[in-house]
C-alpha cells in the first residue's frame, strides 16, 4: 500500500499493527449467515474485509455462520460465492461454523468445569423479564447455583437429545448487573431439533452468535474481526469469550457503520418477506437491492466497487443517497455501453418521397468518439417515439416532430411532417412525412441544421422486445418509513430495437439512445422472447449536487 494513499481508520489501526509487529499477516474474514441473499450493505463489508487483505498483502477467508440449521440453506450458500466472485474477489479459505462445532462443544465444557457457565430452565419469556432493562440490573436465574456436576451431567443430556426444543439453555455466568446488557449472563447454546445441511442429525444442540462467532475467528487465525457498529455492545463478550476459553489465536473486533441507503431496506428478513408474499418475483427480482437482483438488473460489479470506496469507511452512522450508487453505475455504463436505438413505444412513421423497396444501410458509432461502427437499416417505413410527437407544437421550446415541422432522425436525414392518418377514434395511428436526401449525416450537404434530433427504428427489420421500466421498490410512507412502492414496475410488451441487437448475449448492456441504459435479461429471455431491464436512466441529477 502506497504511504501517500489516503486510509479510513480501519486501514491506519491494521497498518499501525503491522508496523508494531502485534502481526506478522493479516486475516480478516467474511462470515454471512446463510438464511438469505447478500444484499448492497454486504457488499460494503466484503469489499472492506477482501479490500483489507489486498492492500496489505493478507488473506480472507468466507466463512458461513451455518449455526441456526432451521434458517439455513444451501441455496442461499451457492449464492453467496456467486455474488463474492461476481464483485471479483476471491476467498483464501471457504470454512463454515459447523467446522468448528466440536471445538465449540469442548470450550462450553471448560466454561462449565470453570463454572463459568450453566444450565438455565427458564423460558425466554422468563429470561427477558429477568435481564432487566438500561435503568434496572437483572435478576439472577434460580437455575444460576447448579454445582459444575450438575450442569455437566445437564448438558451432555442435552446434547444426548433428552429434552425438548426451548426447555434448556446454557448460559456463560457473568454479570447480572452489568451496564451492558450483553454481559448479563446470555445464552450460549440451545436446543434445535433440525437436521443441518452438513452435520445431518449429530448435533441437537447449536451455539449462539455471539459464542460461535469469536471461536471461530480464533480458529482460524483472524487478526482484525471487522464488523458492524450494532456490534459494538457485543465486544466486552467477544473479548470475554477469548479470554476464558483460552484461546491460543487471539483476534480483536473493530466496527464500522453499516451502508443505509435512501429508497431501500437492507435487512434480509424483510427482503425474504417480500419474495414469500409475492410482491417480487424472486430474490434476483431486478429492483432488489440484492446483489444476485443488481446484477440481472445489469449494474457492474466495478461500479459498486467503486461506490464503495466512496462512501468510505467510518463509524458514524449515516444515510448515503441513492443517487450516488447510480451515479457510479451511469459512469461506468457510459464509458463501456454500447449505443443502439430502441423505440419503446413506436408510433409508425413513413417517409412518402422516399423510394419503396429502397434499404440503406448507415453507419452508427458504437460508443461515442470510437472507431468501432455498425450498420443500421433505413427504408421508407419507420418507427419513432409516440413521446417525440404531437400534432401541434405546444411552445417555441419544443423541438421534435409536429405537424409542419422538421427533426433530423440520428444518423440519417433531416424529415418533414407533412401530415398524420388517425384511427377511427382519433388517435394518431400514422405519421407522414418527407425527406430531403441531401442531408444524410455525413454527407456534404449534412450540415443543415435543425433544433431536434431523433432516434428511431426500421420497420421491417425491428426486433421486438420487451422492456421493464424500474422505479424504486421502495417509496417513503407519511411518517417516513419506507414502504412498497406499487408503481416499481412498468412493463412495455411493444418495444421495438435495431437489429444490431440479434447477435447480443444475455446479460449484455446498452445504452438505448435519448432513453437510458438497458441490459438483457438473463432469466426471461429466450428464443423468439427477448427481454430488457432498465439499468438507470439517462438523467444523471446528482451530478450535479456533486459540482455544488
Not at 58 to 86: H, M, Q, S
Not at 361 to 383: I, Q, R, W, Y
Request: glycine share 8%; net charge negative.
Amino acid at each position: 500500500m502506497a504511504e501517500n494513499e489516503s486510509k479510513n481508520f480501519i486501514e491506519e489501526i491494521v497498518g499501525r499493527d503491522l508496523a508494531d509487529g502485534k502481526v506478522d499477516r493479516v486475516v480478516t474474514r467474511f462470515p454471512p449467515e446463510p438464511n438469505g441473499y447478500l444484499h448492497l450493505g454486504h457488499a460494503k463489508s466484503i469489499c472492506l474485509n477482501f479490500g483489507l487483505a489486498e492492500k496489505f498483502g493478507g488473506k480472507c477467508n468466507l466463512r458461513f455462520d451455518d449455526t441456526n440449521p432451521a434458517r439455513e440453506d444451501v441455496e442461499y450458500i451457492n449464492a453467496i460465492k456467486r455474488d463474492i466472485e461476481w464483485l471479483g474477489f476471491e476467498w483464501a479459505a471457504e470454512a463454515y461454523g459447523s467446522d468448528y462445532f466440536g471445538f465449540m462443544y469442548e470450550c462450553a465444557e471448560r466454561l462449565i468445569e470453570k463454572g463459568l457457565a450453566y444450565v438455565d430452565d427458564l423460558t425466554p419469556e422468563e429470561m427477558r423479564a429477568y435481564r432487566g432493562t438500561l435503568t434496572e440490573p437483572g435478576r439472577e436465574s434460580p437455575y444460576r447455583g447448579r454445582t459444575p456436576e450438575e450442569n455437566m451431567d445437564l448438558f451432555r443430556r442435552m446434547k444426548a437429545g433428552e429434552f425438548e426444543d426451548g426447555t434448556k439453555v446454557l448460559r456463560a455466568k457473568i454479570d447480572m448487573s452489568s451496564p451492558n446488557l450483553n454481559m448479563r449472563d446470555p445464552a450460549i447454546y440451545r436446543i434445535v431439533k433440525a437436521p443441518h445441511h452438513r452435520t445431518g442429525e449429530k448435533w441437537v444442540i447449536y451455539p449462539m452468535y455471539d459464542f460461535a462467532h469469536p471461536l471461530e475467528d480464533a480458529c482460524e487465525g483472524v487478526t482484525h474481526s471487522v464488523c458492524t457498529m450494532e456490534f459494538e455492545d457485543h465486544r466486552p463478550l467477544y473479548d470475554w469469550f477469548i479470554e476464558n476459553c483460552e484461546c491460543k489465536n487471539v483476534p480483536h473486533q473493530y466496527e464500522f457503520a453499516r451502508l443505509n441507503l435512501t429508497h431501500t431496506v437492507m435487512s434480509k428478513r424483510y427482503l425474504k418477506k417480500l419474495v414469500d408474499d409475492g410482491v417480487v418475483y424472486g430474490w434476483d427480482d431486478p429492483r432488489m437491492p440484492t446483489l444476485s437482483g443488481v446484477r440481472r438488473r445489469g449494474y457492474t460489479p466495478a461500479a459498486i466497487r467503486d461506490f464503495c470506496e466512496r462512501i468510505g469507511v467510518a463509524k458514524a452512522v449515516s444515510e448515503v443517497d441513492v443517487r450516488l450508487l447510480e451515479h457510479c453505475v451511469r459512469e461506468d455504463l457510459n464509458a463501456h455501453a454500447p449505443r443502439v436505438m430502441g423505440v419503446l413505444r413506436p408510433l409508425k412513421l413513413t417517409i412518402e418521397n422516399y423510394p419503396e423497396g429502397k434499404t440503406e444501410l448507415l453507419a452508427a458509432e458504437d460508443l461515442p468518439g470510437g472507431e468501432s461502427t455498425h450498420e443500421v437499416p433505413f427504408s421508407k417505413h419507420l418507427f419513432i417515439e409516440q413521446d417525440d410527437f404531437l400534432e401541434v407544437k405546444p411552445n417555441n421550446k419544443y423541438f421534435r416532430l409536429y405537424v409542419g415541422g422538421e427533426v433530423r432522425l440520428k444518423n440519417a436525414y433531416i424529415i418533414k411532417c407533412e401530415r398524420v392518418v388517425k384511427d377511427a377514434d382519433g388517435s394518431i395511428a400514422e405519421v407522414v412525412c418527407t425527406y430531403d436526401e441531401t442531408t444524410k449525416s455525413g454527407g456534404e450537404n449534412s450540415g443543415r441544421k435543425v433544433k431536434g434530433t431523433l432516434h428511431w427504428v426500421e420497420r421491417d427489420t425491428a426486433v421486438k422486445a420487451q422492456v421493464r421500466l424500474l422505479d424504486y421498490l421502495f417509496t417513503e410512507s407519511a411518517d417516513g418509513t419506507c414502504v412498497a412502492n406499487p408503481d416499481s414496475l412498468t412493463v412495455l410488451d411493444g418495444a421495438v430495437i435495431e437489429p444490431h441487437i440479434r447477435t447480443a448475449e444475455k446479460g449484455s448492456r446498452f445504452q438505448f439512445m435519448r432513453q437510458g441504459y438497458f441490459c438483457i435479461d438473463t432469466k426471461d429471455t429466450a428464443d423468439g422472447k427477448l427481454v430488457f431491464n432498465q439499468i438507470v436512466s439517462l438523467k444523471d441529477s446528482f451530478a450535479k449536487t456533486m459540482k455544488k
